[in-house]
Every structure is written in structure tokens, then in C-alpha cells.
């Protein structure tokens, strides 16, 4: 590699798919720290908090909100509070979020911000190498493709209860590529599972160059990011379907 030039994304050569593999189909899903070389964590993590223009998304009564990078600042403060009280009611019962993004795929798919380090990374999770690692962990190899978003967790932010199933979007999996540090467990935004009776059964904090992976559907959520927090929770996000 030059002097300057970013590093190709590649896996760490280190990884064992088929241990991994072995922890996914008994648990369904598993945690796998050091998941790129560290030459490549690097590298993502400062597109992540340096050159990423995020976008606050918001859960609506009926549909999605996504505030453009800027969009959500522009509002006024009383109007935020506003729909942020809203945002929480909804919470309180049902399925709501209220976090940054930057839509990968979409904007790959749309020929915008190409330039971002972030497309390399999305290009590899759809590369015969990466796709190979996600058929022998996950024990489908119908899985085709990966969507993809970065998202970005700040203190008031939250994911709450779901399970990822949407039936014509063929989900065999779900990723969390985690890039935060450092961060402490009580700062909240850890990733939960929940059981049947609707207990913590258990939950991954944010670790930096790690990879949580979860078969679709099972019921989990982002907790809260609490006001201890002193940074943000950063991560690329999506799905491993069926074509």
C-alpha cells in the first residue's frame, strides 16, 4: 500500500469461520472482536466521526422521518422537543427510534458520495470473500447480499424492541459492525436479547473493530444512550438476504 492511500477493506486472516459458526448455530448470533486488520478499523472509524454527514432519523405514528445532514438542527429548539416528546411516547408501548445515519446502500445505489471510504466498505460486505465468511457462520448459503448503513448513537438515542422480519425482504441475518471507543456499559446503548418472558437474556456493549450477528427474526433493541455518555456510538448496520 502507498504512503497515503487507504487500505484495501479485508477480513482480519486470523478469523476462524467455522468456530464462529459453531457459536452462531448454537445461540443465534455471536460476537466476534477484531474483525478487520487494524489498519482497516482505523480507517473506518475516522469516515465515522470525521467526514460522515449524518442524518437524524425519527419514528413516526405511520411512516419514517429522515432529517437531512443539517435538517434536524434547522428545526426550531421548541419544535424539537416537541416531536422528541413524541418520539418517546411512542416508545413507551411500541416500536420507535429517535439516532443519526448515513444510508450506504441507498446513496451507493443513487451514485452519491462515492468518494466515501464507507462505499469501499459496503462494495466488500458484497464481495464473493465476505459473502463466503457470512454463508459459513450464519449455515445459509442462500445469503446473496448485504444493505448497509452507518448509524450514529448520541446521548438521548435509542433503538427499542424488534425483530428485523420483514418477510419480502428475505433477512437470513442481521450485522452491527461496532467502532466506538472507549465506552462503558452504563453509558447504555447496548445491543439486547430479549427472552420470552421479555427478560435481558443478554447484551453485546460497544466494543471497537468488533462484529455482533443475530438471526432475523429474534427480539432485540438498542437501549438508551444515557446522559454519561461523554461520545457517540458508531456502527455500519443492515441485513444479509436472500437475493
Known amino acids: 500500500m502507498q504512503a497515503g492511500a487507504d487500505p484495501i477493506v479485508r477480513l482480519n486472516p486470523g478469523l476462524d469461520p467455522r468456530a464462529i459458526a459453531a457459536v452462531f448455530a448454537r445461540h443465534g448470533r455471536a460476537h466476534i472482536p477484531g474483525i478487520f486488520p487494524a489498519d482497516v478499523a482505523e480507517r473506518i472509524h475516522r469516515a465515522l466521526v470525521a467526514e460522515t454527514p449524518w442524518s437524524r432519523v425519527v419514528s413516526g405514528t405511520s411512516r419514517h422521518y429522515d432529517f437531512g445532514p443539517g435538517g434536524w438542527e434547522a428545526i426550531p429548539a421548541d419544535k424539537r422537543r416537541e416531536i422528541e416528546q413524541a418520539v418517546l411516547a411512542m416508545?413507551?408501548?411500541?416500536?420507535?427510534?429517535?439516532?443519526?445515519?448515513?444510508?450506504?446502500?441507498d446513496l451507493h445505489a443513487a451514485g452519491r458520495n462515492l468518494d466515501s471510504y464507507l462505499m469501499r466498505v459496503f462494495e466488500f460486505l458484497n464481495s464473493a470473500e465476505f459473502l463466503a465468511f457470512a454463508r459459513t457462520v450464519v449455515g445459509a448459503p442462500q445469503i446473496a447480499l448485504a444493505d448497509a448503513q452507518a448509524t450514529c448513537y448520541r446521548p438521548g438515542d435509542f433503538l427499542t424492541q424488534h425483530d428485523d422480519l420483514v418477510v419480502e425482504k428475505k433477512r437470513r441475518a442481521a450485522y452491527v459492525f461496532n467502532f466506538t471507543r472507549p465506552w462503558h456499559a452504563d453509558w447504555g446503548g447496548q445491543l439486547q436479547f430479549l427472552d420470552a418472558d421479555g427478560h435481558l437474556a443478554e447484551g453485546y456493549t460497544p466494543a471497537f473493530n468488533a462484529l455482533n450477528l443475530l438471526r432475523v427474526p429474534q427480539p432485540h433493541s438498542v437501549s438508551y444512550v444515557t446522559p454519561l455518555a461523554s461520545g457517540a456510538r458508531?456502527?455500519?448496520?443492515?441485513w444479509l438476504r436472500e437475493r
Open 91 to 105: 416508545g413507551r408501548t411500541g416500536f420507535a427510534y429517535f439516532y443519526e445515519n448515513f444510508p450506504v446502500a
Open 234 to 238: 458508531y456502527s455500519i448496520t443492515g
